[in-house]
């Protein structure tokens, strides 16, 4: 009998382990920690002096359900080693990013200014040194 009650608990024991771990990868898939494998390319800016690109990407989907989206932005040289980088987050109404979200691409002698705009923030300026 109590050999019984002994595989009947760990029965128990181990079907409350798998639902806990199965609630577990669901509340952070909706966090998106396993987002950060999920990159697309929305563009690419080339300086056609220097040949330096801006690469700007998008990580992850957009958070649930009308939230912000992660963003990086990657200057490379015109040998494509990665220079300067930058992640930060567009609060686009859970929208995709798309190429709308650059306002403006400037190049300057020493960095290149890059302007974000979205529907819920204000534009603000993201700077790419070519010498971090």
Not at 31 to 50: A, C, L, Q, W
Not at 87 to 101: L, M, P, S, V, Y
Request: proline residues 3%; aromatic residues 10%.
């Amino acid at each position: 009998m109590k050999k019984t009650i002994k595989i009947i608990a760990i029965i128990i024991a181990s079907l409350v382990a798998l639902y806990l771990l199965w609630l577990g990868f669901f509340l952070l898939s909706l966090r998106g920690t396993f987002d950060v494998f999920n990159r697309k390319e929305i563009s690419t800016y080339t300086n056609p002096d220097t040949h330096y690109v801006v690469v700007f990407e998008q990580i992850g989907d957009p958070d649930w359900p009308f939230g912000s989206t992660t963003v990086q932005l990657t200057l490379k040289n015109s040998k494509g080693k990665k220079i300067d980088r930058i992640e930060t987050r567009i609060a686009n109404d859970g929208k995709q990013t798309t190429e709308r979200n650059v306002k403006d691409v400037s190049w300057k002698d020493n960095e290149v200014i890059i302007t974000l705009t979205a529907e819920e923030m204000s534009d603000y300026d993201v700077v790419l040194k070519y010498n971090p």
